[in-house]
């Protein structure tokens, strides 16, 4: 199966913390992609391929076709943003962005290839407060 018919297949992206996937497992899924197992405690686990994730723009790389974000866990590179579709406007140091992306890699530093980006610096003291709240309610709900 080629890469475009298992991303079509893919699940919707699931909100994470970058302190999440470091600590994270490689694991097949269902559909034959490359997922991780994130730990939410208590014994629960919950695999991922897709993610939505949110930080602040620590580096611009554009020679490299990356970023270097941070959110309240821990920094993650993401790849491919020269590709993204808007996305020129988040590519600023300082900016407070959402990226959602197929996880690359997890260690030694989480790396997500980019599918969509979006400057949330507008609203972004609301953004980054309710952030971890959404995740944890997002993650409780689908387990």
């Known amino acids: 199966m080629n890469n475009t018919a298992v991303e079509k297949k893919r699940p919707p992206p699931?909100?994470?913390?970058?302190?999440?996937?470091?600590?994270?497992?490689?694991?097949?899924?269902a559909d034959?992609?490359?997922g991780v197992l994130i730990k939410l405690g208590k014994g629960r686990t919950l695999l991922v391929s897709l993610v939505w994730m949110q930080g602040t723009v620590?580096?611009?790389?554009?020679?490299?076709?990356t970023v270097l974000l941070m959110d309240?866990?821990?920094?993650?590179?993401?790849?491919?943003?020269?590709?993204?579709?808007?996305?020129?406007?988040?590519?600023?140091?300082?900016?407070?962005?959402?990226?959602?992306?197929?996880?690359v890699?997890?260690?030694?530093?989480?790396?997500i290839r980019a599918v969509k980006m979006a400057d949330l610096s507008e609203?972004?003291?609301?953004?980054?407060?309710?952030?971890?709240?959404?995740?944890?309610e997002l993650q409780r709900l689908l387990v």
């Open 14 to 29: 699931v909100k994470v913390l970058s302190g999440q996937l470091r600590t994270a497992q490689k694991r097949e899924t």
């Open 32 to 34: 034959g992609g490359d």
């Open 58 to 65: 620590l580096e611009v790389q554009l020679d490299r076709n």
């Open 72 to 103: 309240e866990t821990g920094t993650f590179a993401v790849h491919g943003v020269n590709n993204i579709p808007k996305g020129k406007p988040c590519l600023s140091q300082g900016k407070y962005v959402m990226v959602m992306g197929v996880i």
């Open 105 to 111: 890699a997890i260690s030694p530093e989480p790396v």
């Open 123 to 136: 609203l972004s003291a609301l953004h980054r407060r309710m952030w971890k709240l959404e995740v944890e």
